[in-house]
């Protein structure tokens, strides 16, 4: 009965078919397929037709802690024949950047907590559908932790995508206290801050979601979700000061929008002069690329010896 589930499943992962037409596919109501794979995967992925700049998506994961047996408090290495469970995924949260929808998945339910491949199969589809990816310290931590699960759980590399890491534009481009999401949020963010664990501090919370405890999971999701929100307004407040960001007006197929842009003096490199535009809302710095010196002029300059 349940069959066209796994095949419903399958289809929306890798046909790049509309939930609709899959329904139609296997002959089963449209609001049954709809029910079914929103609660499996999140949202339906946006067709090309509708797409108006890159996907970007702000995530963040938590994962389980090894177990190990160990014969000191302060012992600093463990062998794999030490090691008496592996670390799996407890649970993810994400958002889509123009969108207010959070999504958050977690392992409270599982029949097997250890078992993650429906959990990591939801993030799969999440990351398989972003054109950009903005984390807090992603690059060493939540991608390849997201990377390991996935081949781990016989699931293929999902499209590529560029990284953006809060943390590395924080080291890059400043010098605060502590690069640290709760540290920058606190002293930067208005809206959302990241949160501090209530009542299960520390690694008391992991353990007590380990033991099923319902009040841990509830703050874990909690925790999750904050993540999120900071982060995104963390990057918002971040992003227009650092120059290694993506062109996101690359994935606009019309010809750029002036009028959210205003000049702001020219830019200049070794061989060039060139205008230089801010963007009104984000602060966000440009430039053009027409070089404005004169042909004389540039075959004039003498370039510095390397």
């Known amino acids: ?21 899959i329904a139609k596919e296997l002959g089963v109501a449209k609001s049954s397929v709809s029910d079914f794979l929103r609660k499996e995967l999140g949202s339906q992925p946006q067709q090309v037709k509708e797409k108006k700049g890159p996907r970007i998506l702000f995530f963040d994961i938590e994962t389980a802690p090894l177990k190990a047996h160990l014969w000191s408090m302060w012992q600093q290495g463990v062998g794999l024949n030490q090691i008496e469970s592996d670390w799996y995924m407890l649970s993810f949260c ?19 907590i250890e078992d993650d491949y429906e959990l ?36 293929p590399k999902p499209s590529v995508y560029r990284q953006i890491d809060t943390m590395e534009i924080a080291k890059r481009q400043f010098g605060f206290t502590s ?10 963010c208005t809206t959302y801050k990241k949160s501090k664990h209530k009542k299960f501090h520390g690694h ?8 099923g405890n319902i009040e841990a999971w509830e703050e874990m999701e909690s925790y999750n979700r904050l993540d999120v929100l900071s982060l995104q307004e963390l990057y918002d407040i971040l992003s227009s000061w650092d120059n ?9 197929d019309e010809v750029l929008d002036m009028d ?29 690329r027409v ?7 540039r075959d004039s300059l003498l370039a510095n010896i390397v």
Request: glycine letters at 4%; one cysteine or more.
């Open 1 to 21: 009965m349940n069959n066209w589930k796994e095949k419903a499943k399958e289809l929306a992962l890798t046909s790049g078919k509309s939930w609709r037409k």
């Open 94 to 112: 994400c958002k889509w950047a123009d969108s207010d929808e959070v999504f958050y998945f977690d392992q409270r339910n599982a029949t097997d």
């Open 120 to 155: 990591v199969l939801k993030l799969w589809h999440f990351l398989n559908e972003a054109d950009i990816v903005v984390g807090q310290n992603s690059k060493r931590f939540d991608t390849k932790k997201a990377n390991a699960r996935f081949i781990l759980n016989g699931l």
């Open 179 to 188: 690069n640290r999401l709760e540290y920058m949020t606190d002293k930067l």
């Open 204 to 211: 008391e919370l992991w353990s007590e979601c380990l033991r």
């Open 244 to 252: 290694t960001l993506p062109n996101f007006d690359c994935y606009v």
């Open 260 to 288: 959210e842009w205003e000049e702001d003096g020219y830019h200049y490199t070794n061989l060039g002069k060139f205008k230089k535009y801010r963007n009104k809302i984000t602060g966000v710095q440009r430039r053009s």
């Open 291 to 297: 070089n404005l010196l004169t042909k004389e002029k």
